[in-house]
């Protein structure tokens, strides 16, 4: 069970930082530009966000059909892949989500398990499961 884990020192002193409106900003518009290209091209290794599970998801846009790499932070639950539509704890979705929806197909590049996979949408008792380790992850999420 998540709860059972101790995060790292690292990890622990980052959420506050990452749970902040200026954390929120630096990882929406200085770490993700760069980390949508420095993930894939170093299969997992390198990020702007140290000690944080970060992923770069590949979807194809809703209307136009393009190509989209968005950086992502992520939890696992057992061998699934968990990703949370916050938007930087703004109320709307972010435009991924609305992509994903639209085709689910994607392709995920992150250490040690770059692939494509298949997205749902959870709903019920599992959203709320799945909640609790997210926001273990990242507590700013229930803000």
Do not use: C, Q
Not at 46 to 63: D, H, I
Request: glycine fraction near 8%; proline fraction near 8%; charged fraction near 25%.
């Amino acid at each position: 069970m998540a709860a059972e884990r101790r995060p790292s020192a690292l990890k622990r002193a980052l959420v506050p930082i990452v749970s902040s409106r200026a954390g929120s900003w630096y990882f929406l518009n200085v770490a993700n530009p760069i980390d949508r290209r420095l993930i894939p091209a170093t299969r997992g290794r390198l990020s702007l966000a140290p000690g944080m599970p970060l992923l770069v998801m590949e979807n194809r846009g809703a209307r136009s059909g393009a190509l989209r790499r968005t950086p992502l932070l992520y939890a696992r639950d057992g061998d699934d892949i968990v990703l949370i539509a916050s938007n930087g704890g703004n109320p709307r979705h972010p435009a991924w989500f609305h992509n994903v929806r639209a085709n689910p197909d994607v392709k995920l590049f992150l250490r040690g398990r770059t692939g494509r996979y298949r997205a749902r949408i959870v709903e019920g008792a599992e959203h709320e499961r799945l909640w609790l380790i997210a926001t273990e992850l990242n507590p700013g999420y229930d803000i």
